[in-house]
């Protein structure tokens, strides 16, 4: 297998190679660096996300830049902040035994402060198309002296709408430059700018043009258009040690996902472009550190995302463009690891599955959602194997005689049972009445069979009955904690009370006709902090359906204001203490033995 040193590189690049953990090049770093190296040429490469194309395009860059010239030499245009800022910390990182200044130049940060930074000497600058633009327009910076233009991620450029922005960028570098155009797919628009702007490019290609890489598999499950949620649900609950990207076609949906998850339980959170760049550094940094397990993201705003473990992309809503897939899968299946992209699909929506596997000539496996009773037993072994790994801390032995002592009348077997079902009790009454959620044929209509319905019930049953109850958001009520009261309240379960509606001083909600006794002889004469609780039989209806959806808060990425707990933090701050007897696989997700809606780390709230 070839080595880095084979490559021609020089030895100042070798040891910051050995520096990094780099033992041996990928197949395009191993095709592009010697050419880029030895021939001064326009190069176009196709090669997947997660194959080493910044490296293959860094080393040869950096080897080449003269460090003596403060002059902008280089030039690298990538479509997103995230992945600009990507780019420049790794060429830093090859560049670290050279005297090389790369400057990034990106929006949501002071334009004065890159300007600043570019005046000092920068030989790469590493921008995305619109900022960069900006700054020609504001003369803030001189590219008329580059020698090598870098296009990353042009198909994703194109896709976003900066082929004005490239063209006009590209018209103020000189003629004679070298153009390296490194891209996942061959779009006619990127082909348009290869025609417009090279020169007798050569071709570099890693696989076949616009293909999948052969260390993803890729899954579909056919669902009931109501029941996506659920199957994405379903689908983490499976995989227990799931380390997810989760894509949504608009940020809109994008943020009601994420706070769906938060609000059950998982470790989550939002990225899209309506959070300011702090916000979208926290929830990185958040997931790099594995504190988020599943980031819900837009295409656009996953572009920067460059993490190696990633094992699973789910396709909660298919793009609308079929490259879009591509970029997508990429996201895990990294560095040589496997990895599972998955797509949720409708019946109405196979054909594009046919689609994307034409385009990427990999065939799809059709799988069903799991049972409530697989998940279980996943989860059982999950923890029965974590369990029998843990490395024992020796600092237990001293407590040993103590908990001998309690345990001395209980078999091995009684023992086992009784520590596996702490686990196991919780996804069991969470599942036990739930529905299957494979869609068999028919419409995509919804029809509620279980504990799995997180919203509402359908209306119109005549078998329920709607309560007016005299407390509501100027209590500190949302929808949530005010369903969790009436459980805890009425000894009810998580089904037993639905179509919560919370209004300024008052709410409204549901439980069948059979329990309407016990919840208004229960409220008779109800104190809670010395104030009467008043229930009553609503005649009119108080609009019951769509109370299930409000969010207390605001907030974007996961980072939502909670009542009490001020701002909370995503995935991150949501974090379980993986020791607790609450906690769900590894401090993932928590359910009460009650079998709530997978909440209960909320924490129930009590007016003041």
């Known amino acids: 297998m070839t080595k880095f040193e084979e490559l021609g590189l020089q030895d100042s690049l070798l040891r910051a190679i050995q520096d990094m953990g780099f033992e041996t090049p990928s197949e395009v770093q191993e095709k592009a660096i010697p050419l880029l190296l030895t021939e001064d040429v326009d190069v176009v490469a196709l090669a997947q996300t997660g194959t080493g194309k910044t490296a293959a395009f860094g080393f040869p860059l950096i080897q080449k830049i003269d460090a003596n010239s403060r002059t902008t030499q280089g030039l690298i245009l990538s479509p997103t902040r995230e992945l600009c800022l990507q780019i420049t910390n790794e060429l830093k990182n090859y560049s670290k035994y050279e005297n090389i200044n790369v400057v990034a130049i990106y929006g949501g940060a002071s334009i004065t402060d890159q300007a600043k930074q570019v005046k000092k000497g920068a030989q790469i600058v590493v921008a995305t198309p619109g900022r960069m633009q900006d700054m020609i327009n504001r003369r803030l910076v001189d590219i008329s002296k580059i020698e090598y233009c870098i296009l990353d991620e042009a198909d994703e450029m194109l896709n976003m709408g900066f082929y004005e922005d490239i063209t006009a960028i590209l018209s103020h570098t000189p003629d004679e430059k070298n153009t390296w155009l490194f891209s996942a797919t061959m779009p006619r628009e990127v082909t348009a700018i290869a025609k417009k702007f090279m020169h007798s490019p050569k071709e570099i290609t890693v696989g076949s043009r616009n293909s999948g ?20 649900k379903r689908l983490s609950d499976a995989n227990p040690d799931i380390f997810s990207v989760v894509f949504c076609r608009t940020k809109r949906d994008t943020q009601a996902v994420a706070e769906k998850l938060i609000e059950d ?50 396709n909660y809503q298919l793009p609308d463009e079929v490259e879009t897939y591509t970029h997508r899968s990429g996201r895990t299946g990294r560095a040589g690891k496997s990895g599972v992209s998955i797509v949720i699909v409708t019946k109405s929506e196979m054909r594009k599955i046919k689609a994307i596997e034409r385009k990427i000539q990999q065939k799809f496996e059709q799988k069903t959602i799991p049972s409530g009773m697989e998940i279980c037993q996943i989860q059982l072994f999950h923890l029965a194997n974590k369990i029998h790994n843990t490395e024992v801390n020796e600092e237990v032995e001293k407590f040993l005689p103590s908990i001998s002592e309690i345990f001395e009348d209980t078999s091995k077997e009684e023992l086992i049972k009784r520590m596996v079902s702490v686990e196991f009790n919780r996804f069991y009454n969470y599942y036990k009445k739930s529905k299957d959620l494979n869609q068999k044929g028919g419409s995509d209509s919804y029809a509620d069979s279980g504990s799995d319905n997180h919203y509402s019930r ?151």
């Open 458 to 608: 359908s209306g119109g049953n005549s078998n329920s009955t709607r309560y007016f109850i005299n407390v509501g958001e100027k209590d500190g009520y949302d929808w949530m904690r005010l369903k969790d009261f009436l459980k805890e309240t009425l000894d009810l379960g998580r089904d037993d009370v639905y179509k919560v509606d919370v209004k300024e001083s008052f709410s409204f909600f549901n439980t069948d006709v059979e329990k309407k006794e016990q919840v208004l002889t229960h409220f008779t004469d109800f104190k809670v902090d010395g104030r009467f609780v008043n229930v009553e039989e609503s005649t009119t209806g108080g609009g019951g359906g769509g109370g299930n959806r409000r969010r207390s808060g605001g907030g974007g990425g996961g980072y939502r204001k909670r009542s009490g707990g001020g701002d909370s933090g995503g995935g991150d701050r949501r974090r379980r203490d993986s020791s607790s007897s609450s906690s769900s696989d590894g401090g993932r997700r928590r359910r009460s033995s009650g079998g709530d809606s997978g909440g209960g780390f909320r924490g129930r709230s009590r007016r003041k």
């Open 265 to 314: 339980g998982y470790n989550a959170a939002a990225i899209h472009g309506d959070l300011s760049q702090n916000q979208r550094d926290l929830v990185m940094k958040s997931f790099r550190s594995r504190q988020i397990q599943m980031l819900v993201a837009t295409d656009v705003a996953a572009r920067g995302i460059d993490v190696d473990d990633i094992t699973h992309v789910i």
């Open 213 to 232: 890489t052969d260390t993803v598999s890729h899954e579909y499950y056919t669902v009931g258009g109501r029941d996506r949620y659920l199957a994405l």
